[in-house]
T-cell receptor, first 114, second 112 residues
Framework: SQTIHQWPATLVQPVGSPLSLECTVE??????LYWYRQAAGRGLQLLFY??????ISSEVPQNLSASRPQDRQFILSSKKLLLSDSGFYLC?????????????FGPGTRLTVL | KQEVTQIPAALSVPEGENLVLNCSFT??????LQWFRQDPGKGLTSLLL?????REQTSGRLNASLDKSSGRSTLYIAASQPGDSATYLC???????????FGKGTSLLVTP
């Protein structure tokens, strides 16, 4: 069966510091990978998705970037965090057999920027 | 732009009741719709996926229906239990095929 891991589970960072969140998927090959953010009082919003190694699509302009160095690894980064980057970050995967597939989510990372 | 709305925002029911959660979307040209459950501080658990060609899907005590033409979906929970207490999220896939557009959820509390 497939499992998805995210770390760290919680993170408290000062404004202006860098960020690296990691997501890995087990039990599947060539998945589509996603980063979503859930901010207080707002719905979930897709930040980035990737259909393959090195391929990144951005849904919204922001202070963040994403990379996919390996097939089942997805990284969310920032060079300098803003207060508005606080939120709950969720990684998800779906079958790589095209779009429109069911998405499965990880446990999330709670980021607080002070 | 696709807008997804969930009503009610919060719901409290006594154990054993059957209940319905509502989801509406503005653009009926969807490919599929997913219902999720989110426990406090946790990730999302996929409950049901309905393809655009389907009218309903069932899993245990859960039944989800889809009416594309009217832009509506409902999640029916039979014989509710305290363990069903969570936030339920509805999401539709975008035309790109990758982005899920989420509603803000219905917070459900089932009291013993």
């Amino acid at each position: 069966s497939q499992t998805i891991h995210q770390w760290p589970a919680t993170l408290v960072q000062p404004v202006g510091s860098p960020l690296s969140l990691e997501c890995t998927v087990e039990g599947t090959s060539n998945p589509n990978l996603y980063w979503y953010r859930q901010a207080a009082g707002r719905g979930l919003q897709l930040l980035f998705y990737s259909v393959g190694i090195g391929q990144i699509s951005s849904e919204v302009p922001q202070n963040l970037s994403a990379s996919r160095p390996q097939d089942r690894q997805f990284i969310l980064s920032s060079k300098k965090l803003l207060l508005s980057d606080s939120g709950f970050y969720l990684c998800a995967w779906s079958s790589g057999e095209g779009p429109y597939n069911e998405q499965f989510f990880g446990p999330g990372t709670r980021l607080t920027v002070l | 732009k696709q807008e997804v709305t969930q009503i009610p925002a919060a719901l409290s029911v006594p154990e054993g009741e059957n209940l319905v959660l509502n989801c509406s979307f503005t653009d009926s040209a969807i490919y599929n719709l997913q219902w999720f459950r989110q426990d406090p501080g946790k990730g999302l658990t996929s409950l049901l996926l309905i393809q655009s060609s389907q009218r309903e899907q069932t899993s245990g005590r859960l039944n989800a229906s889809l009416d594309k033409s009217s832009g509506r979906s409902t999640l029916y929970i039979a014989a509710s239990q305290p363990g069903d207490s969570a936030t339920y999220l509805c999401a539709v896939i975008s035309n790109s095929g990758y982005a899920l557009n989420f509603g803000k959820g219905t917070s459900l509390l089932v009291t013993p």
